[in-house]
DNA sequence: GTGTTATAACTGACTGGTCAGTCAGTAACA
DNA sequence: TGTTACTGACTGACCAGTCAGTTATAACAC
């Protein structure tokens, strides 16, 4: 076996170990609370040697919101690739899927859930990830909407009112999961959860009556 | 005009106006970055005087978080009270405007914007959070639905996706406007918000046929 | 009314602890 | 032997919580 030396060389993967210690302490304590000392331990480091590659504590959660943003820009770019697809109902069950998958995922939700915490003290962070990140993915949830009223899958719905019944259960999901620890009753899988959200957005809670 | 005094005589005041004050100052900078100093200068005293009222900071996070869990309790309460309606998709669409008015008012939505941010970190916070608000108005959510199923006006979906599909657009709502300062494009009014909102989940968007 | 006293309400300087950020020195590698 | 990567003790600022002292009010006396 090869010994791990104690100190290690490879500069160039510190500044990720370093975020990624950075969002397990912020995600613990929140960003006032934490300690960089912690960081700096939880990264296999010092305190000073995280200065070396970061000037603050605040610069540190700005590259962990740029990075995030970064993940969820591409996330939504895809979406918008799939923004004009053959089957809009097949496209909106197979984003709802992602999402719970994602937002139920405690590991990945880390990011987003700091963001919500921290954002309304760090506007530039807020401002950041609304261009990054909702406004990239309000264009795709548009196009795919206004795909599916054009084809004739969806009706002419208002569109921030669609963003908000599409992306909301997601973000409820993550709150009563990761936050408050309350685990469903029934739909423990999370995209047997989007399959269920999928059929009341799709169908709606009134009875339907059979197409002629 | 009558003078105001200097000293002011009403203990009894006191705690409403610092957990007023509190609340103030943690919605700005959280709880942690939060000084006790500016919490006493904004309800008109001084840093000592809270401590006569308060044992500790933390103490006024929870007396606030009591208090407001206190009030959406009893706002859950009036949902119970409507669980089994005369008619259900009134009900529904009552409980949607609610929910948009109260999620997308600064002063009502900075309480559970704050419990939404600390929770993580303060588990009794969460844990009375979740049995004083979310277990009555989960109870509520799924008395509605199965008054709704009862009296043939809903279809018999599963109740932890419903409770999602509600409580999250409002959550969506929040988040967008209060900290994302996203307003919406043409729904400016949260009672019309909360009507678009229901047209899509209680007609789906799949367009309908006409009812025979 | 006008002193006198008691006390409840409050003040703000102070203490002790914490922690972000620094820097002189050390270890590992080339 | 020079350079790069790193260490950890240290400094200065900040702030929760304390407490000895101050002021406003009430209560009672005359």
Request: hydrophobic share 50%; charged share 25%; net charge neutral.
């Amino acid at each position: 076996m090869t010994a791990l030396p104690k100190r290690r060389r490879r500069p160039d993967a510190r500044p990720d170990e370093i975020l990624d210690a950075a969002l397990s302490v912020f995600s613990a304590k929140g960003f006032a609370a934490a300690r960089v000392e912690d960081i700096a331990r939880e990264a296999g480091l010092s305190k000073g040697a995280v200065y070396l590659y970061f000037p603050s504590k605040e610069a540190m959660l700005n590259g962990l919101v740029e990075q995030s943003a970064g993940q969820l820009a591409k996330a939504a770019e895809q979406l918008v690739a799939l923004g004009a697809p053959q089957d809009p109902e097949a496209a909106f069950r197979g984003l709802l899927r992602m999402l719970f998958t994602a937002m139920g995922d405690p590991d990945i939700n880390a990011a987003p859930r700091l963001v919500f915490a921290e954002a309304a003290r760090f506007p530039e962070i807020a401002a950041h990830y609304r261009s990054q990140v909702l406004d990239v993915a309000r264009r795709a949830l548009r196009a795919l909407l206004a795909a599916g009223v054009r084809s004739g899958a969806f009706r002419d719905v208002d569109a921030d009112a669609f963003m908000r019944a599409t992306a909301g259960p997601g973000i409820a999901h993550m709150a009563l999961t990761s936050i408050f620890g309350f685990p469903p009753d029934r739909l423990t899988d999370p995209a047997a959860m989007a399959d269920a959200l999928a059929d009341i957005l799709l169908d709606g809670l009134k009875p339907r009556v059979a197409a002629p």
